[in-house]
């Protein structure tokens, strides 16, 4: 199977601002065959953000950027040997220019194959997030972690994330190491596996990924399966340090609205929640984004970047951006693809509706 890929599917109209495009193509070409290894302290050419790490959406603007308006340069940028069309292995020559020296941000999101290759690696641990059971067996090597060993309530307000104390207990006895790189997988889609990312991250856990498609991606890749179910080998496990700024209260979230009719809030808001619920009562200045609007429900993977970016394109990257749904646990599929996508702070409401739809609470509620 030939690896050409024609320059019209770049999936943009070359047509539609061919100047603004030509020119920034031409000024990505000169990064692409003039970079050099980054050293500390210089910009990464593949760094758009300028945070310092380069993203996966920040890969894929680049060979984007690269394939569009070829048709207005001798050569084409991008077409490295001036054959006519861009083939794989020169996306891959541009990609790692541009990648060469820089820091890329830890994975948030990891595929089967990824998991595959990297199973045996004795610094890796993989947490079976599935609540109903572990029917037709398990990963290998995984301990199970049911997501409401993770749940508290909290202030009157059930199913919130436990303190590190409750956590350090929890966690001991599932067997988790304090320095492993956790994978965590479910039962695609569903949205408890993403909740024991954030919880785990928010604990203070420093490498914890999830796993795109869950056990069904892994059996279906054919990879092997354990039978039974998974247990659990007690390791002590010591909190490192809770990240507050992962969570946040109604308080919180009412101080940064600012003061009615909300319009100068210091932060931007995504409700997870169906469109009917976001129809009966939301928070003011929300933008309503069904959680499984984030995965595709026939295979359980999440959507191709493209889209979840075309998904939240309303939202700044740049400014917080505070998630919640009924009681916080859909809201962390919003997190993970927020962050996934690089937005800059993403936060979840833990307590969310059932703590700010509490008309005795006092918070206003808006209806569309």
Not at 126 to 154: C, K, M, Q, S, W
Request: net charge negative; proline share 6%.
């Amino acid at each position: 199977m030939s690896d050409k890929i024609d320059y019209v599917k770049s999936g943009m109209s070359v047509l539609q601002g061919a100047g603004r495009r030509l020119l920034s193509s031409i000024s990505l070409f000169l990064a692409l065959i003039s970079a050099s290894p980054a050293v500390a302290g210089e910009e990464c050419p593949g760094d758009a953000d300028g945070n310092g790490q380069v993203v996966v959406s920040e890969m894929v603007r680049a060979v984007r950027n690269a394939l569009d308006g070829c048709e207005f340069v001798p050569g084409c940028v991008g077409d490295v040997n001036c054959d006519g069309t861009v083939s794989v292995s020169e996306l891959v020559q541009g990609v790692n220019s541009l990648l060469n020296g820089c820091p890329v941000a830890d994975d948030l999101v990891v595929g089967v194959a990824w998991l595959r290759v990297n199973l045996g690696d004795p610094n890796l641990q993989v947490v079976d997030a599935r609540v109903g059971g572990f029917p037709g067996g398990h990963i290998p090597g995984a301990l199970p972690l049911n997501p409401y060993e993770l749940a508290a309530t909290v202030e009157g307000i059930p199913v919130q994330v436990i303190g590190a104390s409750e956590a350090e207990t929890l966690l001991s006895a599932v067997g988790l190491r304090s320095d492993a790189t956790v994978v965590v997988y479910g039962d695609a889609p569903e949205f408890d596996p993403t909740r024991v990312v954030w919880a785990l991250r928010y604990l203070g856990h420093p490498d914890v990924r999830y796993l795109d498609g869950g056990f069904s991606a892994w059996v279906g890749s054919g990879a092997v399966v354990a039978a039974g179910d998974p247990t659990r080998v007690a390791e002590p496990y010591t909190v490192q340090g809770v990240v507050e700024e992962l969570r946040v209260t109604g308080a919180w979230v009412l101080e940064n609205l600012g003061p009615a009719p909300y319009d100068s809030p210091l932060i931007q808001v995504v409700d997870a929640r169906s469109a009917g619920e976001f129809a009966d009562g939301h928070i003011p200045t929300a933008l309503s984004r069904d959680w499984n609007l984030n995965i595709d429900s026939d295979t359980g993977l999440l959507f191709p970047l493209v889209e979840l970016e075309q998904l939240y394109l309303q939202l700044d990257k740049s400014v917080t951006t505070v998630v919640y749904c009924t009681a916080g646990w859909r809201a962390s599929v919003a997190w993970l693809v927020l962050t996934y996508l690089g937005f800059e702070d993403v936060r979840v409401y833990d307590g969310s509706w059932l703590e700010w739809g509490d008309t005795d609470r006092g918070f206003p509620i808006a209806t569309p």
